[in-house]
């Protein structure tokens, strides 16, 4: 049977940090395709994606509702997504 995502940021603060690889799984695509609709480059999306992963693990335990972990992740996927456009703005 499938964990639901509370069960795995259950285990993932219990130690299992397999269990992160199963929500990366769950979720890359669908970031990924957030990064590359709102930046509009590829490999920009990519490391968006990569960063946004790093940060929810680095975060998880300051997420007080785990079963809003999916609106959570794309909250710091877009915040990302600002820095990336402020950055390339400014140059």
């Not at 799984?25 to 709102?38: I, M, P």
Request: charged content about 20%.
């Amino acid at each position: 049977m499938e964990k639901d995502d509370v069960q795995l940021i259950h285990d993932i603060l219990a130690g299992d940090h397999t269990a992160f690889t199963t929500l990366v799984e769950k979720y890359q695509k669908s970031v990924h395709a957030l990064a590359w609709q709102k930046i509009g480059d590829f490999h920009h999306a990519q490391e968006i994606t990569q960063d946004t992963f790093l940060q929810a693990y680095q975060n998880l335990s300051t997420l007080r509702n785990p079963n809003v972990f999916a609106g959570w992740l794309y909250v710091i996927a877009n915040r990302l997504c600002l820095d990336v456009l402020l950055f390339i703005n400014a140059l």
